[in-house]
């Protein structure tokens, strides 16, 4: 017999409601940080978005920077998923997975909380800490994909030139549509990249 609780219920749909409202919740928050930035998106607009209470909200995030951070989190797990999917056969299309990472939704809901940090002393601790942790992760990854040896001088270097030359193109692309001169720098950069690492 399984186990059942007061409310006659088994413990697991409980949990697996409760991870749903959480992912909810995170991907509410990620949206609303990309879309109304940081001074838009209050722990209501992001409970009513994800369709729970602000007690529910709470509940999983008792603070606004508990939720955001979280939500940053999510935000870095998901590039990393998404990193460690794309198939590693030729570098140009290494290097337009890595640019893609900062052109989108999720790089626009990171770049709005990185900007709140600036001006939040509550929160610029956790933020630069998870970017430091992200910032590895990313590297890591990268250095896989590119199949960079970096025991050769200059190739870490290189490496990380690629992922800040990639945010800085997520930055272009913020106020303007920018994936024609992006394309053409991503193709430049894979040339490069050749070269470099052999």
Known sequence: MG??????????PKQDRSRATRRRLLEAAVACLAEHGWAGSTVAVVAERAGVSRGAAQHHFPTR?????????????????????????????????????????????ALQLWVAASNEEQLRPRVTELEARVGRE??????????????????????????????GLGLANVLTDDTARRRKVVAQWAELLDEALG
């Not at 186990?3 to 697991?12: F, K, L, N, Q, Y």
Request: charged share 25%.
């Open 3 to 12: 186990v059942v609780t007061p409310g006659g219920s088994s413990p697991g």
């Open 65 to 109: 920077e508990d939720l955001f951070t979280a939500a940053v989190e999510y935000v870095a797990e998901e590039r990393s998923a998404a990193l460690r999917a794309v198939p590693d056969q030729d570098r140009a299309a290494v290097v337009a997975a890595l640019v893609d990472l900062y052109t989108g939704p999720l790089f626009r809901a």
């Open 138 to 167: 990313t590297h890591r990854i990268a250095v896989n994909l590119l199949r960079a040896d970096e025991t050769r001088p200059g190739v870490r270097e290189t490496v990380q030139g690629l992922l800040d030359m990639a945010r």
